[in-house]
């Protein structure tokens, strides 16, 4: 069995459910429901059914022969990914490892050694340099934890067991694209267990998509040593998705006493000048920017407020987690000398399991504020449902589920 290593980027894109190339995925044919014999007699049987609806997708016999020689049924993939995690971090324990000093400082090494090339991509494509190598860390720790997965064989694998077969066989069907193209030997195609792959870990229906050949050399090459295409197709997928050259992800601010939480959230696009005539100000002193943005509470009240502008919906593109987007914005702040964030809590609650959320749910649903189903996922509705049972009661409408909040509920 060949190794499993789960990566930084995969970590966050099954957190979110969403990463580079989950919103890109290009069409295939419908896959053929498992029947018949399990395990690796079946996992075999399901390659020789697959292979007609690769070619009618236009991959050669010759480019499966090759993929598929020592493909088998990765089983340690199976239990990855059907693992669900009973906790969760809070928004400050994932931030205090994602902008860690230690992050940091290599960052601001990496700006250092790959200067001269960096300067040319943002040249190229507008996207800061800092927020371009603030995803590699994130994402692979600067290519220390690319993944060594074979990524034919896990595809492969999460499009046998049936869970997300239909997307999983889309991303094998792409990554049989990429080794057809020659950007890569199927033996080379590695990366995290769920398909995401290289420096900055895109899924193949984004690497089809916005990958790009910098250096020149005939092949879009994600996965070497050398992170030169990585860094450029990042740059490309991140001004293809709406970065606006010169502007700012966002900013930690501060809000103003008696300020209207009915103005919190990323659906709530409101005039900067708007918020500075109401008392809202950056925490260092700078101006707010212009144009329009939202007020983001990731922690809820009792923490870090953060003015966020179309920016943070581009890299929002890469990955939809709101952590992540922070996490990304504030290592490339800090790799541009910026400060800390000032406004994370002493001693902040503790995320809810997920069992108390769905409790979560399921109580304020009963209480007249319907969350449109209790899955433990806290979502948009849910947290409307917060906010309007937070009204009723007299508390901070924050929208933010806590601890505190359930045992009110209880």
């Known amino acids: 069995m060949r190794k499993v290593l789960m990566s930084v980027g995969a970590v966050a894109l099954l957190s979110a459910c969403a990463g580079p190339g989950i919103g890109n995925v290009t069409s295939s044919p419908a896959p053929v429901t498992r029947s018949g014999p399990v395990g690796e007699a079946g996992f075999q049987q399901w390659i020789t059914a697959f292979r007609p609806r690769a070619e009618r997708a236009g991959i050669s016999a010759a480019t499966l022969n090759r993929s598929f020689a020592d493909v088998r049924l990765n089983t ?18 994932y931030l205090s490892g994602a902008v860690s000093p230690a992050r940091v400082e290599q960052g601001r090494a990496m700006l250092a050694r790959h200067a001269t090339t960096l300067n040319a991509i943002e040249a190229r494509y507008g996207v800061d340099k800092e927020i371009v190598v603030a995803i590699w860390g994130m994402e692979s720790n600067f290519g220390g934890n690319r993944g060594s997965t074979h990524l034919i064989e896990s595809l492969a694998t999460l499009a046998y067991e049936g869970r997300r077969a239909e997307f999983f066989e889309t991303q094998l069907i792409d990554a049989l694209k990429i ?4 950007d890569v030997t199927p033996d080379n195609m590695v990366g995290s267990w769920a398909g995401a ?7 193949p229906s984004s690497f089809l998509e916005y990958a790009v050949d910098w250096n020149g050399d005939g092949r879009r090459d994600i996965w070497s040593d050398d992170p030169t295409d990585a860094l450029a197709s990042t740059a490309n997928y991140l001004a293809r998705s709406g970065w606006q050259r010169g502007g700012i992800w966002g900013m930690e601010v501060t809000l103003p006493q008696g300020f209207d939480y009915g103005q919190v959230g990323k659906g709530t696009r409101i005039p900067t000048s708007a918020l500075s005539a ?40 890469y990955n939809a987690a709101d952590s992540y ?11 541009k000398g910026l400060g800390p964030l000032r406004g994370v809590p002493a001693n902040p ?18 209480a007249g504020f319907d969350t449109q189903g209790a899955d433990g996922r806290l979502g948009p509705n849910t ?7 937070q009204r009723r009661a007299g508390i901070i409408p924050d929208g933010f589920p806590s601890p505190t909040l359930l045992q009110r509920l209880r």
């Open 76 to 93: 340690e993939v199976i239990r990855l990914d059907g693992r669900q995690s009973e906790f969760t971090k809070t928004v400050w324990d």
């Open 179 to 182: 080794v057809q193209a020659g």
């Open 197 to 203: 792959m290289g420096h900055t870990q895109f899924m």
């Open 278 to 317: 109401q008392g809202v100000r950056s925490v260092d002193g700078r101006s707010l920017p212009g144009g329009e943005g939202s007020i983001l509470l990731p922690g809820g009240a009792q923490g870090a407020a953060f003015l966020i502008m179309p920016n943070f919906r581009a890299i929002e593109k």
């Open 325 to 335: 987007v922070i996490g990304v914005g504030h290592l490339a702040d800090r790799l």
């Open 349 to 366: 609650e503790r995320a809810l399991t997920r069992a108390e959320s769905v409790e979560l749910q399921e109580r304020l649903t009963r």
């Open 383 to 389: 947290r409307t449902a917060i906010t309007a049972f």
